[in-house]
């Protein structure tokens, strides 16, 4: 039998489910009503199970058959096989199941969450969250996306409480002390899709969008922080179904903020589940980038309802296109509902997120084989999400709109209801253009890595040519200790890269569209050119180097004669260049210093990253240059702004007010910049009105990094007695930041002991990690507590806090981090290990090689 996929024997077409949670004992009782087709006369049915005990085994057809069975479970394998008394012959069969569960804590399958009420009192709500593979801890099911199949859920509560499932509630009744909730059938969908919220929880009222009523519903109190992810919801579901072309697929729609939430948010279809910041939000205290996070997460699941829920992948290989698509559209909705915001620049920052993963020798293909669905965890990353979204940005910019709008309505209108492979999509688009995808995208999707594509001047033509960029120039030495990778791709390697070139001239900007292969290209320049410009519009997934002359040619245009994403570029791609060796740091350095006058946020946190980076590789004692040479960067552009916005400004500048006065605060370590930010801290406590939103947060990241223990004690009383999910964050936060021993310690071991939600500790200690300050003791903690952090976060937390060791960045940590995870054999999954210790060799190696140029370079700046 194979051990990754059930049986075909025996097919579900319908569930009737009824469950009863029980919140004050964390169990739940269960029966269920299969209704089946079998297609191979069997006395065994396989399905999945996992923490369940099933007490009652019958089957029954409409012939008045009544065969019983036993249930035996093998939780290795996550299923249990019903031995019936006699076989069930061919045909339709009910299935009649009693079982009891859990109501976990590990924020996964049926779970619990915790919170306090407005009263103080501590109160707990039962919620799912199933994909990929966790339905069977709630139900016995067939876990696998394509046994599409109707639910009908019925809950049974306490009266004094609320459900809340994928459906509108067609009854309720009391009936023996118990709430009795009916909610109507599903469509046919997917098990990993189905959801129930149980609780005191509240909602705001309906908007309707066509005759589909769309709430927003959290826990007792937060109702006033949902008016903003409501209107998100309402205009991106609007947006989707003129765009899909296709009607919304569920009779309701419910937007549930959950306390505890392992991920962002999830598509379940009707009602999409959410940790707290990603929905709730008081748009008048928010930063931009804040509210941006809502409207990003709520529009990428509306996404999803169609892509994922009504058109779902076959198997768990499909997820990348699930995941890339759906991030592509939620650019694609807020770009359509705020285009103030110009979300396709910011979405810069997420291409470059890829750029730095896939650069590894230790990347990998977007898409791969999924033998076992555990085998797809490790795909839930930035190649999937960031690079995903980012090569289909680039294929729908070569189709055009249109055609690729069409393409998608055709492929969503011939697979509704079922299942479909990534094949199945490059054939309605290339239908749709009348012209085969796979030539084009497979070199992006089923192989690693991205080109550098160089360009250079030769007798008056642009020649083009293209290699695979990767940070190191040789791939590192394999871990004995991990199982080798299947191949590495050479860097000989070549992609069709759709390119645009924008040629400036004096009458004007000149654009040409090309497909760069194997072969160098070359393009006539117009006498008298000043500049051209590689990747023009930037939606590229590829990087530039511009030769000496072309590139001071482009610099000669700033701040104003490139668009904020080609400046992005130019500034991530010349970063990158210089980690990779390609180009001497202090060159970069140079380059950072005519960017004084920017004032675009996106081009802005490329620099501000590429600081971060360079304190973390710097020489100790170099640092307080460092410090200078940022004041001297971002001190003009801040004394510019001023610290309170003007009249007509846009949300985005206010914005980088506030990544600047931080910048300034914490990474320039600006005395007067700390005292100012205790002014107006003092200020804005008295009347919050004194102070910006977007500055807010920036004056107490500045109070952070400077601040003692009473300032520590005062943020710790402001973390636990936040009014909404985003200030709770930057209270957190902020911990993270205090220099003293004593206080990095305080907050270390908060990420243990409670005080901490386990769905936000491990992003607290991969802050600690990545802080200089604090990395060497964060180290040691978590080396020590290593077993009680696996057993306390949810299954990828600890993926995501060892992120924080690429920030490890000395030799003598380097091989301590090497000797820990070889000792212990630790697995985070895919090759993400191997990929964190990849990151880490390349910042020890940057080190290495350039530190004393740094040092010299930063000593001698202004
Ligand atoms: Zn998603």
């Known amino acids: 039998m194979d051990p990754y996929r059930l049986p075909r024997t025996v097919v ?71 031995q019936l008394d006699g076989p069930l012959t061919v045909g339709p069969w009910r299935l009649r199941l009693r079982f009891q569960g859990t109501l976990n804590d590990k924020l996964r399958g049926f779970y619990r969450s915790t919170y306090k009420d407005p009263g103080g009192a501590t109160r707990t709500i039962a919620a799912t969250q199933f994909e990929a593979t966790d339905a069977r801890r709630a139900f016995p099911c067939w876990d696998e ?30 009936r023996d002390d118990k709430k009795v909730i009916r909610f109507a059938d599903t469509i046919r969908m997917s098990t990993y899709l189905v959801a129930f919220v149980v609780g005191e929880l509240e909602a705001t009222d309906p908007v309707y969008v066509g005759r589909v009523p769309l709430r927003v519903c959290c826990v007792p109190g937060k109702r006033r922080l949902a008016a903003f992810g409501h209107e998100a919801g309402v205009t991106t579901l609007r947006f989707f179904e003129e765009y899909y072309g296709v009607p919304y697929p569920a009779d309701k729609l419910d ?89 396709w620049t910011s979405f810069g920052v997420s291409r470059a997120a ?31 999400y960031e690079k995903g979204a980012s090569v289909l940005r680039m294929l729908e910019q070569y189709l055009g709109p249109e055609v690729f709008r069409t393409g998608v309505r055709n492929y969503l209108r011939a697979h509704a209801y079922g299942n479909a492979d990534t094949g199945d999509l490059w054939q309605a688009l290339g239908e749709a253009a009348s012209a085969p995808i796979p030539t084009v995208m497979d070199g992006w999707i089923f192989r690693p890595g991205y080109p550098l594509v160089s360009a250079r001047l030769e007798d008056g033509e642009l020649v083009l040519t293209q290699q695979r960029f990767t940070y190191l120039s040789s791939p590192p030495p394999a871990l004995p200790w991990r199982p080798a990778p299947a191949r590495v791709e050479a860097a000989t390697q070549h992609w069709q890269i759709p390119v645009q070139v924008r040629v400036e001239a004096p009458g004007g900007g000149t654009v040409h569209r090309l497909l760069l292969g194997d072969k160098e290209a070359r393009l006539a320049m117009p006498s008298g050119f000043s500049a051209v410009l590689v990747n023009e519009g930037g939606h590229g ?50 380059m950072m210093t005519r960017f004084r006058g920017e004032r675009d946020r996106n081009v802005w946190t490329s620099l501000l990253a590429s600081l971060h980076a360079l304190n973390r590789v710097l020489r100790p004692d170099a ?118 021993r ?121």
């Not at 992003?763 to 696996?790: C, H, P």
């Open 541 to 590: 997934f590829y990087r530039v180097r511009h030769d000496g002359a072309l590139l001071e040619r482009l610099l000669a245009r700033l701040p104003d004669g490139l668009a904020p994403i080609e400046r992005f570029n130019l500034v991530n791609d010349t970063w990158a260049a210089a980690v990779a060796g390609l180009v001497p740091l202090p060159q970069y350095l140079e």
């Open 12 to 82: 579900p077409n319908r569930y009737d489910l009824r469950l009863e949670p029980d919140l004050v004992t964390h169990t739940f009782a269960g029966e269920e009503i299969v209704a089946v087709d079998v297609t191979e006369a069997t006395a065994q049915v396989v399905l999945n199970t996992a923490e369940l005990a099933i007490s009652e085994v019958v089957a029954e057809n409409d012939a008045g058959a009544r065969i019983h069975g036993v249930a035996a479970t093998d939780e290795e394998a996550e299923r249990s096989t019903l």
């Open 354 to 384: 890829a750029f730095s993963v896939d650069g590894l020798w230790s990347t990998r293909p977007i898409e791969f084989p999924v033998l076992a669905p555990r085998d797809a965890d490790a795909m839930f990353d930035v190649l999937t």
């Open 145 to 174: 996306p394509d046994f599409k199949a109707v639910f009908a859920t019925t809950l049974v509560i306490d009266p004094a409480l609320t459900a809340v499932s994928n459906t509108t509630v067609v009854e309720e009744a009391v």
């Open 742 to 862: 004593a206080l990095v310690e305080q907050t270390l071991a908060k990420t243990i002991n409670g005080e901490i939600r386990t769905q936000d500790a491990p992003f607290v200690a991969r802050a600690l990690l990545m802080s200089v300050d604090a990395r060497e003791l964060a180290w040691q903690f978590i080396k020590a507590q290593w077993d009680t952090m696996d057993r306390l976060y949810p299954k990828h937390g600890l993926r995501r806090m060892c992120d924080g060791t690429t920030a490890l960045a000395t030799p003598e940590l380097e091989r301590d981090v090497h000797a820990f995870f070889a000792d212990r054999k630790i697995d985070l999954g895919g090759r993400t290990l191997e990929q964190y210790l990849e990151q880490l060799r390349i910042a020890v190696a940057l080190r290495e090689r350039e530190g004393d140029a740094l040092a010299a370079y930063l000593a001698g700046a202004r």
């Open 255 to 343: 937007l549930l903020a959950i306390p505890d939430f392992a991920a962002g948010a999830m598509e379940n279809l009707g009602a999409i589940t959410f940790r707290e910041t990603a929905l709730l939000i008081d748009e008048t205290a928010a930063t931009h980038g804040e509210l941006e996070r809502v409207a990003d997460v709520v529009a990428h699941e509306n996404a999803h309802m169609w892509f994922g829920d009504l058109v779902t992948m076959s198997w768990w290989n499909g997820i990348w296109l699930n995941e890339a698509f759906a991030t592509f559209m939620e650019m694609l909705a807020v770009d359509a509902w705020k285009p103030e915001w110009h979300r």
């Open 623 to 740: 640092r307080p240059h460092l410090e200078r040479f940022t004041r001297g960067l971002v001190g003009p552009a801040v004394a510019d702004l001023g610290w309170a916005p003007r009249p007509g400004e846009t949300d985005l500048l206010r914005q980088v007010r506030g990544d600047l006065i931080r910048a300034l605060g914490t990474l320039g370590n600006d005395g007067p910049t700390q005292a100012r930010a205790a002014e107006l801290y003092t200020a804005a406590l008295a009347d919050p009105r004194a102070v910006d939103p977007n500055v807010l947060p920036a004056l107490i990241a500045a109070l952070a990094v400077s601040g003692d223990a009473a300032r520590y004690a005062e943020f710790v009383e402001r973390f636990r007695g936040a009014a909404t999910p985003q200030e709770e964050q930057r209270y957190l936060y902020a911990l993270t930041a205090f220099r003293p």
